[in-house]
């Protein structure tokens, strides 16, 4: 990816981008940012009235009217993911690009002292929640010419880290969901990357790094150059990547 990309404006002018996780941190500023290079947003997450701020933020800036989808990634069943995209089929009609933003930290830990459920929602959370929902929603990427899903990686997703356990675990599985869907769908018109935030100013950071001073942090408005890259059509033909949004 060309390095501080500058995407053109209008460059996600009639497309419809679904986001997870929109209410807070990184995906609030990813739904934002789309929206303000022309996409129609579909604002997902856990928590109704941080997506209603961010709705009410993009319909301020008189960007295009995002829709908000109320969703607990923890309790989701297969079928609220199948309904979802049969709503999206029949409100817009096409869907172009999804970020899988939303993540789960829990608690570092060491090995010996993981606990089960905590295990198992991690697990829920960033990897089976996200499976099921791109399974629902690729016949619908797949009807389009071209189509992006982005994932969101970790440096913990591909060096293990002590205490890091379920959350490093889970982005390793990440990695792999990405590879495996780029691969199936190469030649279908959808790519499929993973992003690698790096150290960002947020509260997911803040909580893994309590004793830091967050305005040491890059900003998720830092990064939002390769969130555009990959998610515009300037990134067709990039597939199966793992792409850093800070240089190291
Ligand atoms: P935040 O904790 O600030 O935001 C996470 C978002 O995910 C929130 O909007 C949250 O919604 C949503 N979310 C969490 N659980 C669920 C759930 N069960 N169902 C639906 N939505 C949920 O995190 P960041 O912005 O920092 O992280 C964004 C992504 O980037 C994550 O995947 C994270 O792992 C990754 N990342 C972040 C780094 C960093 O330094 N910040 C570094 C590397 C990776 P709500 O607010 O309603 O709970």
């Known amino acids: 990816a060309p390095q501080n990309y500058t995407a053109p404006a209008g460059a996600l002018e009639n497309k419809v981008i679904l986001v997870t996780g929109a209410g807070d941190g990184i995906g609030k500023v990813a739904a934002l940012?789309?929206?303000?290079?022309?996409?129609?947003?579909?604002?997902?997450?856990?928590?109704?009235n941080k997506l209603t701020a961010v709705y009410d933020e993009i319909v301020a800036a008189g960007h295009p009217e995002p829709a908000i989808v109320p969703?607990?990634?923890?309790?989701?069943?297969?079928?609220?993911?199948?309904?979802?995209?049969?709503?999206?089929?029949?409100?817009?009609?096409?869907?172009?690009?999804?970020?899988?933003?939303a993540g789960?930290?829990?608690?570092?830990?060491?090995?010996?002292?993981?606990d089960l459920p905590t295990w198992q929602d991690i697990m829920q959370v960033n990897v089976t929640g996200p499976m099921l929902l791109s399974q629902a929603l690729l016949p619908l990427l797949k009807q389009n010419k071209n189509a992006a899903m982005i994932f969101t990686s970790s440096g913990v997703g591909r060096k293990g880290r002590a205490?890091?356990?379920?959350?490093?675990?889970?982005?390793?599985?990440?990695?792999?969901?990405?590879?495996?869907?780029?691969?199936?769908?190469?030649?279908?018109?959808?790519?499929?990357?993973?992003?690698?935030?790096?150290?960002?100013?947020?509260?997911m950071?803040?909580?893994?790094?309590?004793?830091?001073?967050?305005?040491?942090?890059?900003?998720?408005?830092?990064?939002?150059?390769?969130?555009?890259?990959?998610?515009?059509?300037?990134?067709?033909?990039i597939t199966g990547q793992s792409l850093d949004a800070q240089a190291k």
């Open 33 to 48: 940012t789309y929206a303000k290079f022309g996409a129609t947003v579909i604002l997902l997450g856990k928590t109704t």
């Open 71 to 101: 969703l607990d990634l923890k309790g989701a069943t297969k079928k609220h993911y199948q309904d979802m995209a049969a709503t999206i089929q029949a409100e817009f009609g096409r869907l172009d690009g999804v970020l899988h933003n």
């Open 104 to 114: 789960l930290l829990g608690v570092l830990t060491p090995f010996e002292h993981i």
């Open 163 to 203: 205490f890091w356990g379920p959350y490093a675990v889970s982005k390793f599985a990440t990695e792999g969901l990405m590879e495996i869907i780029a691969d199936e769908y190469d030649n279908t018109g959808v790519r499929v990357n993973c992003i690698n935030p790096g150290a960002t100013r947020t509260s």
């Open 205 to 237: 950071r803040a909580k893994a790094y309590p004793g830091e001073d967050p305005q040491t942090l890059k900003t998720p408005a830092d990064l939002m150059w390769l969130y555009l890259y990959l998610m515009s059509d300037d990134s067709i033909g």
